[in-house]
């Protein structure tokens, strides 16, 4: 071999090297996020699943990959969705919401799954029990569906001269049977008449509140759902140019002009959901991490909102508050 061999095989042998080294380092396992709505609407929840992640130890692009999944509120799009994570053999499903979860559940019973509901898990069956779910799944619950006969009581509370009552329900989730049947129960207990209202893509909107107005429906409770929850500032914006009062369930909705928000807090769970993410990932099973259930739940009350709607609001109920918004 002469030296001009010599000299190119060493620098072949060089620019190997680090492809070889690059071929030898295992790939990064990958956690499937599937949610039935859009990404720009839920990014604060993202960061909250990452902080969780962190604090197991894993960050995005250094030790794990994120195989982001939307449907973009097309809920039938989701068993595509998550068919297509199982036949890339992620190593974790995160869920949310409900429909997202059964969507998962129903695709696999291998992969690990960690989900996010406002509902009861054991009802709409996720789970077999909260302390023992067994399977391959686990995850939080904020029982935000639970608290919605207070929802209404409290809004009662505001305007106890009203009679009736709407909720907006989306017909398509997993919680709306649960939700109506609840309440029901409590408008017969306070005296009142209830109109459920369903809706399942934006454009049913107008209809919804062109029906409470001709129902002369005094206020409106705005049932638990992913869907509602992705356009929150829509919602307000929608109660106070109709100047119905409405509650609903998240801070986003008080913020944005809704006159009341009563519920837990999806940003402290999705952290905990990255927490279980992160454990899984380093070889706990989920059937032995039982379904942590949120107990703290915010009453959040924007006071400017009902100033505008001509609402007295008891001081009773502003001592009950957790943030009033002037």
Not at 35 to 62: C, D, I, K, M, W
Not at 174 to 187: F, P, V
Request: no cysteine.
């Amino acid at each position: 071999m002469n030296r001009r061999e010599v000299i190119t095989a060493l620098a072949v042998a060089a620019a190997a090297r680090p492809v070889a080294a690059r071929a030898q380092q295992p790939a990064l396992p990958v956690v499937g996020f599937l949610n039935s709505a859009s990404p720009a609407l839920f990014a604060h929840l993202v960061r909250a699943f990452h902080q969780g992640l962190s604090e197991t130890g894993y960050a995005e692009g250094r030790n794990v990959a994120i195989d982001y999944r939307w449907a973009e509120n097309q809920y039938h799009r989701l068993s595509v969705l998550v068919g297509d994570l199982v036949r890339r053999q992620v190593a974790v499903i995160v869920a949310f919401p409900n429909v997202s979860a059964l969507a998962a559940k129903s695709a696999t019973t291998t992969i690990p799954i960690v989900f996010v509901t406002g509902s009861d898990p054991v009802e709409i069956g996720l789970v077999a029990s909260l302390n023992r779910p067994g399977g391959n799944i686990t995850g939080v619950t904020s029982l935000n569906v639970e608290v919605g006969q207070k929802r209404l009581e409290l809004l009662h509370e505001l305007v106890p001269t009203t009679t009736v009552i709407a909720a907006l329900v989306n017909p398509t989730n997993s919680n709306a049977e649960t939700l109506t049947r609840d309440l029901q129960a409590a408008t017969r207990a306070l005296g009142l008449q209830l109109h459920v209202l369903p809706a399942s893509t934006e454009g049913d909107f107008d209809t919804v509140f062109a029906s409470v107005v001709r129902l002369r429906a005094g206020a409106l409770v705005i049932g638990a759902d992913a869907f509602f929850t992705s356009r929150s500032e829509l919602l307000a914006a929608l109660t106070l140019r109709h100047a119905v009062p409405t509650i609903y369930q998240t801070r986003e909705f008080a913020l944005a002009g809704g006159l009341m928000s009563y519920g837990g807090s999806f940003t402290d769970n999705f952290r905990q959901v990255g927490v279980y993410t992160g454990r899984i990932l380093k070889g706990e099973k989920p059937a032995d991490l039982p379904v942590q259930q949120a107990t703290k739940v915010d009453l959040i009350i924007n006071l400017k909102t009902a100033r505008m709607l001509g609402l007295e609001v008891p001081p009773s109920l502003l001592a009950r508050a957790d943030e009033v918004i002037e």
